[in-house]
């Protein structure tokens, strides 16, 4: 089932869109199985003792390798990224057509068993600015474990630095509120993109092992500045919900990962879209019209067409 005019809509003016019910819910089940087989045999986490859940990981089974990264809270696995089971599952045909409605353009195709986001790059090791080289796949199989008594912590916004123009975040497993749901703030996009000098990419400094002061991105004033507004002015929206919900974004969507105070794991499939165009339009300056290279039909869809009722399914509190 295609996008309707009132969903693009609310993309081009929220700059994100909940799709419930997008995914396969069976091939989210075999995902959950890949995720747990892919563990150390005798790990500290047991699938069928939740206990075992809570967070921090132990120890002595952390792993900063950024493939099978285990560390805190968080446990992410981006070789899944490339697993025939997650592509067919994030980049299904229903998922695809629906970005293509968004972005236009040819979508670039995802490998299967290709290189994981993640391997390769002056980032690493060592990151966290960019794990973007070689990413032939969807980021990753993300998970983030119970935090148990850890303090409540507040939110705070970022966007992400590598190149791309849609993101997309779908739960592989039911997530309450306050469960570690994906977070994005309502119309951050359109604040953020002009404080930019790149449509898609961003300046960096490089890392040298003899001056190792800085390494990493490099932001504008006025980009630190709105997104020090966008966290006290804004209330995001948590993206909780059942296995084979989906959340599309748009690149330059403030968000976070949330905070997951429920007792179960927040389980998610991450993955970007980007069109083949990627390559020439993020070099190019931020001016101008944000949406200029996005489908036709995103660009012909007005601001701000869509019901009361939708923004409230939607979560918006306007
Ligand atoms: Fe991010």
């Known amino acids: 089932m295609p996008l309707n005019n009132e969903q693009i809509s609310f993309f081009r003016t929220n700059g994100y869109l909940l799709v419930p019910g997008a995914m396969d819910i069976d091939l989210c089940a075999k995902v959950r199985d890949l995720m747990w087989a892919a563990l150390p045999a005798g790990s500290a986490l047991k699938r069928e003792d939740a206990a075992s859940h809570v967070g921090p990981i132990p120890t002595d089974e952390t792993s900063q390798d950024s493939v099978f990264f285990r560390d805190g809270y968080r446990w992410l696995n981006r070789q899944l990224g490339v697993d025939q089971t997650v592509i067919d599952l994030i980049y299904s045909k229903r998922i695809c057509t629906m970005a293509h409605q968004l972005v236009g353009g040819t979508l670039r195709q995802a490998v299967v068993n290709g290189t994981p986001m993640g391997s390769r790059g002056p980032v690493w090791p060592g990151g966290p600015t960019d794990p973007a080289q070689g990413t032939e796949g969807a980021r990753g199989v993300y998970y983030t474990l119970p935090y148990g008594d850890k303090e409540r912590e507040p939110d705070a916004c970022h966007t992400d630095g590598h190149p791309f123009q849609l993101g997309v975040v779908g739960l592989i497993e039911d997530c309450p509120v306050d469960g570690g749901a994906f977070k994005v703030w309502p ?128 979560r918006l509190s306007v």
């Open 187 to 314: 119309r951050s996009h359109e604040r953020l993109y002009p404080t930019y000098k790149l449509r898609y990419d961003q300046p960096r400094i490089p890392y040298y092992d003899h001056l190792p002061t800085y390494k990493g991105i490099v932001h504008t004033e006025e980009y630190s500045a709105e997104v020090g507004s966008l966290n006290e002015d804004t209330k995001a929206v948590e993206c909780y919900g059942n296995a084979g919900d989906v959340v599309f974004w748009h690149h330059r969507t403030a968000h976070m990962a949330g905070h997951n105070y429920s007792p179960q794991i927040r389980q998610a499939v991450l993955a970007d879209f980007w069109t083949d165009d990627l390559d020439v339009f993020r070099t190019q300056d931020a001016g101008g019209d944000m949406w200029r290279d996005w489908s036709p039909e995103l660009q012909n869809t007005a601001d701000r067409a869509y019901s009361e009722e939708f923004a409230k399914v939607q």
